[in-house]
């Protein structure tokens, strides 16, 4: 097959009989040419196969206009609307998003970040996989002066901003409203606690009981994945527990959604018998039947916010932050599957 020649404004412009400077503020509608002729100049590069240079412009610029975004989860309603708070913040932007997916992966982390920074992103917007220890995959774009933003799981002590909710409080909260509802008895379920947002929330866990002088068990602790294996996995290790606790504080309304209809199988009563609690106000949490209680954070606002922050920096806004933690609301929202009829 023989490829065709790419056309070029030199192209347009032989053809048109004007200048190639005309042609090109034509094509990028400079108000210095009249309407009539950057519609001429439009159409013909339309009807010949014109395709704009980017690249080429972009070198020219040391800019690709690109940001890259790494998550770790795709299946993942909260992950969704993170991004679409990205993008309702880049969408009159002059930006194109890279995603890339990590798969709960700290190898592929590694390996989108160095794929990210050689296709030369503007910045970065990352949230860590469930394993990433090391965090020096992305010491290249802080050192290249390339702007970095992390959000939901991020390591404290890496440079760049850091847009999270307030994990302790909340776990604290979740757990003060089992005690509230008289659970004597309450364990948790959680997932890897090298992640800051696990740690905080087993930490908000912890601080509920020593304040309701409740003994802390770590044999009510169930660390584990949010597959729908692992969730029931998790499910079969509560009630291995003794005595079965009358309260768990689950930090994935997913995992909390399995583990209810596990329980419920067990012949076991929601909420008279386990009052749950979960997190991310997922669509699963309005669908499972009780409906269930649960600490609701807006993915929309962490992605607008992370995104915001990301394009001060590129734009050199007066007092943009480049370091530091911002931290945004969450709230309990109660539902069936906690209220006990006491």
């Not at 002059?94 to 296709?119: P, T």
Request: glycine residues 6%; aromatic residues 6%.
């Amino acid at each position: 097959m023989t490829t065709k020649k790419e056309i070029t404004i030199y192209d347009i412009a032989q053809k048109l009989e004007v200048s190639a400077a005309t042609v090109s503020r034509a094509l990028k509608n400079h108000t210095a040419i009249s309407e009539k002729t950057r519609k001429k100049i439009q159409d013909t590069a339309r009807k010949m196969g014109y395709r704009t240079n980017n690249f080429a412009s972009n070198l020219r610029k040391q800019k690709t206009n690109t940001i890259g975004i790494i998550i770790h989860e795709l299946q993942s309603n909260f992950m969704t609307s993170v991004l679409a708070g990205i993008e309702k913040i880049t969408a009159n932007t002059d930006f194109d998003l890279v995603i890339g997916h990590s798969s709960e992966s700290a190898q592929k982390e590694i390996a989108n970040a160095h794929n990210l920074f050689h296709k030369r992103v503007d910045g970065l917007i990352a949230s860590l996989a469930f394993d990433t220890t090391d965090v020096s995959h992305f010491a290249p774009f802080t050192e290249k002066g390339i702007p970095v933003v992390f959000f939901d799981r991020v390591d404290e002590n890496t440079y760049g901003v850091k847009v999270v909710i307030d994990n302790l409080k909340a776990g604290y909260e979740a757990t003060t409203h089992l005690i509230e509802q008289g659970c004597k008895n309450i364990a948790h379920i959680t997932a890897n606690l090298k992640r800051n947002v696990y740690a905080d929330r087993l930490k908000g866990y912890k601080k509920a009981l020593a304040e309701h002088k409740l003994l802390y068990n770590k044999n009510n602790v169930i660390v584990n994945g949010y597959s729908e294996q692992e969730s029931l996995k998790a499910a079969e290790q509560f009630l291995e527990i003794k005595p079965r606790p009358d309260g768990v504080f689950v930090t994935n309304d997913f995992c909390a959604a399995v583990c209810i209809k596990a329980w419920k199988a067990a012949g076991l009563r929601i909420p008279e018998d386990i009052a749950v609690v979960g997190f991310n106000n997922d669509a699963i949490s309005k669908i499972v039947e009780p409906s269930l209680t649960t600490i609701n954070y807006t993915g929309v606002e962490i992605g607008k916010t992370a995104a915001k922050c990301l394009l001060d920096q590129l734009d050199n806004v007066p007092g943009a932050p480049k370091d530091g933690i911002i931290v945004l609301k969450s709230e309990l929202i109660v539902r069936g599957s906690s209220v006990k009829g006491r």
